[in-house]
């Protein structure tokens, strides 16, 4: 997964070295709005049949994981007036540690009674079809379209049949979602659009927390000082106002428990399971998508102190891989011609260097970096990027 990540990454650069062609089309108002309709009844109803099988695989229930009932109880929390990140009992006590944009988009799904993961799916492919419609508006050819919406059904035909299993017990689609819309906010000029899908995807999920200081300065670089200081205003303001004071304001020891829960659940997913034998790997670290069952295997100590040292470890490789990245763009700024291009490339590294490092590596969070691969394969394929790559959505 590490060696294929960085083949991904250095052809990328490679690619974001040439100007590629792409022909404009002058389409009428209607038409974006007629692809992204049109697109996001297609893919719906192609994977139609995959997710009902995936909804029906099993019920939602904490017997098998608390993701879905613990973003169900943060939901009912809310309106019901109650605050959401109270201590959630499933039979062991969990601390709330879901940020904003994990469990807000349910709202809808709760207050019309449908099944979260179907939901889910539902918001992951209109995220796509807006991403197709965007590339319209830009004036990308219909026929280039098309191309990119069979490779996503593709995909999303192979994780209906490989990944159903996870999807039963999962909502990540939702985090895949948001980073779409951060893919395509990268190839924007308006600093605005950037600074929301920065906000949306940092009140998401922290993942991308090393990455983003290379890209406001790499926009530093680009556009001046001032162009990114708003995106960072705008993405400190939207913290503030949506998660720090309507939620840690009132309890602010929540964030901090939420991480001491989240190390000790490490610690016991770095045990085996009730249902394993005491002498078989844990599960999740046994599946061969990251370094933590080596770090089990061949560290010293306890388990804590493995689960510290590692964690160490994972820092050390998230920071590093955005200077390796930082330094090779200085050296090559004058040759790079497709700079967005190469903002996303850098995107797809940095995540898959976080998740072969990340302390539980879940196979299902390898699906974002699949997602920003296509776009990345998507692009030059479909001749969509320029040698003036910053165009106004």
């Known amino acids: 997964m590490l060696l294929t990540g960085f083949g991904i990454f250095f052809v990328a650069y490679y690619r974001s070295r040439q100007t590629f062609t792409r022909a404009r089309q002058q389409y009428p108002w209607y038409v974006p709005l007629i ?50 990140y109270e201590i959630m009992d499933f039979g062991w006590i969990v601390y709330p540690n879901y940020l904003p944009m994990r469990w807000l988009p349910y709202i809808p799904a709760q207050l019309l009674d449908i099944d979260f993961r179907l939901w889910t799916w539902g918001v992951y492919l209109f ?69 929301i899908a920065i906000l949306v995807c940092s009140l998401s999920r922290f993942s991308f927390a090393f ?48 991480l001491k829960y989240y190390k000790d659940a490490i610690i016991l997913e770095w045990q085996p399971q009730g249902w394993q034998l005491p002498t078989e790997a844990p599960v999740h670290l046994n599946r061969c998508t990251g370094f933590a069952y080596q770090m089990l295997e061949s560290g ?13 470890i994972h820092l050390m490789a998230s920071f590093g891989i955005m200077i390796l990245v930082s330094i090779l763009f200085w ?45 990345l394969l998507v692009f030059p394929i479909c001749k969509l990027v320029a040698q003036r790559d910053d165009i106004k959505v």
């Not at 291009?341 to 590294?349: E, H, R």
């Not at 879940?362 to 776009?375: A, P």
């Open 300 to 312: 010293s100590g306890t388990v804590e102190d493995k689960v510290i040292a590692y964690g160490r």
């Open 211 to 258: 990455w983003v200081p290379f890209y406001l300065l790499f926009l530093w670089h680009e556009h001046g000082f001032l162009y990114p200081f708003k995106i960072g205003l705008l993405v400190l303001v939207g913290i503030i106002v949506l998660y720090v004071i309507p939620f840690e304001s009132q309890d602010w020891g929540v964030f901090f428990e939420g």
């Open 35 to 84: 692809v992204l309709c049109s697109t996001f009844a297609l893919l719906f109803i192609l994977s139609n049949t995959g997710i009902y099988k995936v909804v029906h695989i099993r019920e939602i229930s904490s017997k098998y994981s608390d993701i879905i009932p613990a973003t169900q109880l943060y939901v009912s929390r809310f309106l019901n007036g109650d605050f959401p």
């Open 331 to 375: 050296l090559s700024k004058h040759t790079i011609v497709n700079k967005s291009y190469f903002a996303l490339a850098s995107l797809k590294i940095y995540l898959v260097v976080f998740y072969a490092f990340i302390a539980v590596p879940y196979i299902y969070l390898n699906v974002l970096s699949y997602i920003i691969t296509i776009c």
């Open 127 to 195: 995220s796509t079809a807006v991403v197709l419609a965007l590339w319209v508006h830009r004036g990308y050819r219909l026929t280039l379209i098309i191309v990119a919406t069979v490779v996503f059904h593709i995909f999303n035909q192979r994780y209906l049949k490989d990944g159903s299993q996870d999807l039963s017990m999962t909502v990540e689609f939702m985090n895949v979602a948001v980073y779409l819309l951060l893919a395509v906010a990268i190839f924007s000029k308006r600093w605005w659009f950037i600074g």
